[in-house]
């Protein structure tokens, strides 16, 4: 067993403070591979933003768990190395079991996420609470879910949306004592999100639900998974370059910032890094056919992809030059 504190990481407890203060959203970025990995650790150490970097537990079976703790490890030594003084948490995101959030803990992790919203709600809170007892054991931070996203991640498959119910939100979080929640208004996982037509089309969050949980729960970390904006300037070159995405939608970047403004403290971006990836990968391949050096074509998706991050983490999220008024 490894303390994540040995690794370089933080907990989620000082950011989420301060991002409830500052009315930010702390970015939750996923990874898989190495390239991803410095470029959020880049993308976020220019704008000076926190981070949660996310490892799926797909992710985790595909590049091993303890490559996974040095890669980590290696990315916190890196920011240091380049000058930046950010708070880096390294997340399991989507833990389905409380053997998956164990497992993690001891590898390092600070901070896990046990998704129980495939349970009904008792047996939800009873896994959370078991989670939560293990986790603040070892001053790990807790994520859990109460409502179902529909959309496809990974092993997380639902087609059908069930709206977070108000009323049990502070039973949920006082039984479990979880130190944030991620509730369902409205976002979804994948690249298709919204079974329209047209981006106009595109219903808006319910704000509703979001303004009457945070009045019930106060000062309390809220998050929101699925809410990639599924950017429509890469998904048009990976289909320019024989790509087949059609009708892909996400949340709209306008909706997103609006969220935090109702005191959203984290969001997740899984989709619009791959499609960045993706976009930039067939591009180059396409333009270079006689190319086969790795590092020409996940360079320059890596270059891509730091640029989104930034952008994001200035117009959306608003957690750029935020890392300063966090205590590490």
Do not use: W
């Amino acid at each position: 067993m490894v303390s994540y504190k040995e690794l370089g990481f933080v907990n989620t407890k000082e950011m989420f403070k301060v991002a409830l203060e500052r009315k930010f959203a702390v970015p939750g970025y996923n990874i898989n591979n190495l390239e991803q990995l410095q470029a959020i650790i880049s993308g976020c150490g220019e704008t000076k933003s926190p981070v949660i970097i996310q490892i799926s537990k797909g992710a985790r079976e595909y590049a091993n768990q303890t490559m996974l703790k040095y890669l980590g490890q290696g990315g916190v030594e890196m920011a240091k190395e380049l000058g930046y003084s950010i708070p880096i948490v390294l997340h399991l995101d989507h833990g389905d079991s409380f053997e998956l959030c164990k497992s993690c803990i001891d590898f390092g992790f600070s901070s896990v996420m046990f998704d129980g919203s495939h349970l009904d709600y008792e047996e939800n809170i009873k896994v959370t609470k078991k989670v939560v007892e293990y986790a603040h054991e070892r001053d790990v931070s807790v994520e859990a879910e109460l409502g179902v996203l529909a959309g496809i991640e990974e092993h997380v498959i639902s087609e059908e949306h069930h709206y977070t119910d108000p009323e049990q939100v502070e039973d949920f979080v006082t039984r479990t004592n979880c130190d944030s929640l991620a509730i369902a208004i409205g976002t979804s996982h994948g690249a298709y999100k919204f079974k329209v037509e047209k981006e106009e089309d595109i219903p808006e969050l319910r704000f509703d639900i979001l303004n009457d949980v945070k009045k019930r729960l106060g000062k309390y970390p809220i998050v929101l998974h699925g809410s990639s904006s599924v950017l429509k300037e890469y998904v048009d070159i990976v289909n320019q370059y024989g790509g087949a995405l059609e009708k892909a939608f996400g949340i709209p970047e306008t909706q997103l910032r609006k969220a935090t403004e109702f005191g959203v403290s984290k969001i997740n971006i899984d989709t619009d890094g791959r499609l960045v990836f993706t976009a930039m990968v067939r591009k180059y391949l396409s333009e270079h056919p006689k190319e086969f050096d790795p590092r020409k074509y996940l360079g320059l998706a890596r270059k891509e992809l730091i640029e989104m991050i930034k952008r994001k983490n200035r117009e959306v999220l608003k957690s750029a030059d935020q890392a300063d008024y966090i205590k590490i």
